[in-house]
């Protein structure tokens, strides 16, 4: 309900059934009238004396499935309407390789066309020069504290899908000890990730994750080596801090789990999912392609939170019907050509849908059946995960070890944000009736919101 407050203020409720007394928005926005008409379905009418006067409605006692669902549609709607800056996967990442021969260094950088459109002259005319400069100023190899200067470059190469691929030459005038700096992107993410890799002469080397913490790695240096597997760990944990996609998953998830042992088994089968997933991508046995991937991340999001309005609710035969027809239509709009996500996967999923909500009606715990779904999905955001270091291209030696510190770290990190927030959401739906379903909705509106802009923007 922080969006309430955002545009009229505090709600203050006397007791279940009393007023609240809220101020009415000077100018509403598309996002806040959507918002006004879900308030008045949960609460009842709003009624403003003016543009900026007090609006009166009630507050709600227990939500009826009549009501609730009309009204929690609204509200994933004007959260998807006024949520539109959120964000995911803020933590960007960007990966450079430095092949040195003697004082000179051949640099190759890959970064994401998505990262790239975060400046403002990206789409300029003479974007890529821009781009060009910006990445030879901000990305740097310097002897002592003399930067080496670009001899030769930089040039585009031609990258995969979604990735852009820079190249140049720099050459260092003396034998001053050599380091590398890195803060590219970070005036526009400051949470960017940069993954260094070195090789001397022909031979691999150390790599290092450069942030905005850790800026320079010194490469001759006996004390400053590559990453080790406590730097993974901390890249996993840091990964799922900020990963916010992954957490309202897990939110998603955990709103409707009743026990500790519903925990348990929600948290375990998407634990084992997304470790084969990340394992299978990290090694290079299965290589899907990322903007698909991403866009599912945020689908299967919403489909949880809608699951879950569906089983606090009536659990009649519409909403089941809608989502699976939902789907159908947009597998032929892929069918098409529209859209990144490819029409089987989606009729797959409309499939899945038509036969999944009616074995949730038979059986008689339905929660019962939540740990295969949380397998299912978990599979998608495991690929999610690997993302980080599927373009790092480490070695096999430094990747198994990369591979296991960054798994542990998001386990640790998951397990950490289970045990917090799990104790707390069980408190708040003892004491707030409605919270399953409001917050299901929010959590709804802000999966279909990544799903339309990275499967259609």
Sequence with gaps: ?????????????SRPSGAALLRCPQTPSAGVSALALGLQRFWGPVQCSGASGAALLRCPQTPSATTSAPALGLLALAVILVGGPAAAHDRTTSYSTWEMRGREARVTVRLADLDVSRFPWATAPDGARQLAAYLTQHLRLAAGATACPVTDGPRALDGTAGRQVWEWTVTCPDERDLWIESDVLLDVAPS???????????????????SAGERVWRLDDPSARGSSIASYVVLGIEHIATGYDHLAFLAALLLI????????????????????????????WVRPERAPIEALIGLSIALVATENVWLAGARGRALPGVVAGALAGLALVAAAGVGRVPA????????????????????????????????LFGLVHGFGFAAVLVDARLETTRLARALVGFNTGVEVGQLAVVALVWPLLQVAIRRRGGLVEVGSAAVAGLGLFWFVTRAYG
């Design 1 to 13: 309900m922080a969006r309430v407050y955002r545009f009229w203020g505090p709600v203050r409720c």
């Design 192 to 210: 960017h990730l940069h993954f260094a890799r070195v090789t001397r002469d022909g031979a691999a080397g150390p790599e290092r994750v450069l």
């Design 257 to 284: 789990a009743g026990s500790l042992g519903e925990v348990a088994r929600i948290v375990t089968g998407f634990t084992a999912a997304h470790s084969l997933t990340l394992a299978l991508a990290v090694l290079g």
């Design 344 to 375: 089987v996967t989606l009729a797959g999923l409309a499939l899945f849908a038509a036969c999944y909500f009616p074995l949730l009606r038979r059986v008689t715990r339905p929660a019962a059946l939540r740990w295969g779904l949380a397998f």
